[in-house]
């Protein structure tokens, strides 16, 4: 079967960094993407990979390593904005999006 | 502005009736898509169209229903005999491409609440 996994929830501090890990098996591989979803709204698209290596975005960077079926989102200098559900969801073989469940993430003062 | 718009925001319906949940995109999208979103599990795919007049199944399309009549619009109705009804409703589009193309944007979302 087909499986994207994320930790279920993280606490970080404001100013600090923090690293979201996502493991995903699938049924090939079309690329990975990351969303944000702030409470009760929809989520908002962060990025995209489908190379190996990281791609950076501002605060916001995200890894991949297609061979170990392994991809992180880095968010750096956090921010209380930042307090929202990071969901990790992979493009297969027919072109259809399997999501992770997603990881919420506290940032404390 | 182009964008995904869904309405209403909160729906509440008494049990045994149908209720028809609105999307319209404006970002010329091929592919429109609905998801269901539960407490603690990530989105599921009800149903999603890549052509007008034409539309797939998704992992929980019992009990829903959708049609395709215009590119820009995708309304589910939800029925009577689907059994656990209560949930946030997401509807999304992207491009047809392969690649970042395909990125599916998404609308505000409708919780529905079934009393």
């Known amino acids: 079967g087909q499986n994207i996994d994320q930790p279920t929830e993280m606490t970080a501090t404001e100013g600090a960094i923090v690293q979201i890990n996502c493991t995903y098996q699938?049924?090939?591989?079309?690329?990975l993407f990351w969303y944000q979803q702030h409470a009760g709204e929809a989520p908002t698209f962060l990025s995209y990979?489908?190379l190996d290596g990281l791609e950076e975005k501002g605060r916001f960077s995200s890894f991949l390593s297609r061979s170990k079926g392994y991809s992180y989102l880095l968010l750096k200098e956090l921010q209380m904005k930042d307090s929202a559900s990071y969901l990790c969801?992979?493009?297969?073989?027919?072109?259809?999006?399997?999501w992770g469940a997603g990881t919420k993430l506290i940032i404390k003062p | 502005d182009g964008g995904i718009t869904q309405s209403p925001k909160y729906l509440f319906r008494k049990e045994g009736q149908n209720v028809t949940l609105s999307c319209e995109q404006n970002l010329n999208h091929d592919a429109m898509y609905w998801y269901r979103q539960d407490p603690g599990q990530g989105l599921r795919l009800i149903y999603y169209?890549?052509?007008?007049?034409?539309?797939q199944k998704g992992d929980i399309a019992e009990g829903y229903s959708v049609s395709r009549e215009k590119k820009e619009s995708f309304p589910l109705t939800v029925t009577s005999a689907q059994k656990n009804p209560t949930a946030f409703y997401l509807c999304a589009s992207s491009h047809i491409a392969g690649g970042p193309t395909d990125t599916q944007y998404f609308g505000p979302g409708t919780r529905l609440t079934v009393l």
């Open positions: 990979n489908v």
């Open positions: 969801a992979v493009m297969d073989s027919n072109y259809q999006l399997i």
């Open positions: 699938t049924s090939g591989f079309n690329g």
């Open positions: 169209s890549q052509i007008v007049n034409d539309f």
